[in-house]
């Protein structure tokens, strides 16, 4: 987390009365949806509901129309989380229907950049590590589908502290 309000597309939310945030993946089934439900958790304990809309999707179409990865929906389940997101793959009207397009790693972000319809609309990709301590020191979201249990509880640990911050800046620019 570095000067992150002085990235373009956060300081555009100033003053508006709602913001829209894309969290993004490969699969959707493991990362995003997870960083969905988390984000979810935080608007509802701040009872905040009215000023944002928060959705998740995956680069890849593999698993659309499924629920999450059912490893990830029970490691979210022991934090007091339910993963119901049904799956469903990036589509190019995301670019306009969201204000933060949040990919969890530097893949997802490349496929994002790539499908942008203008650069303009690239300005909305903010990937997801920019809003996690430093001293966690991660630069991505590690993909924890060929991992054990330790990797979804890293992703949980990461999503976690991230939610949380970008919950903290959106929420101080935001009316
Ligand atoms: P995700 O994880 O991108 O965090 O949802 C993955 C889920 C499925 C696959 C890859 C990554 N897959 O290859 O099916």
Redesign the pocket.
Known sequence: MNNIESIEAISRLNGKEKARVLFV?????????AADGIMHAIIEEHNDDARWEIDSA?T?G??VGDLP?SRMRIHARRRGLELNHICRQVRIADFDDFDLIIP?DAS?ESNLRRIAPTTEHETKIIPMAKFINMSLRYDYIP???YEGAEGFEL?LDLLQNGCANLYDIVSKVIK
């Not at 490969?26 to 990362?31: A, F, K």
């Open positions: 993946c490969l699969g959707n089934i493991c990362r995003s949806p995956g890849g593999y698993h990865d969890m997802n993909d924890p589908y992703v």
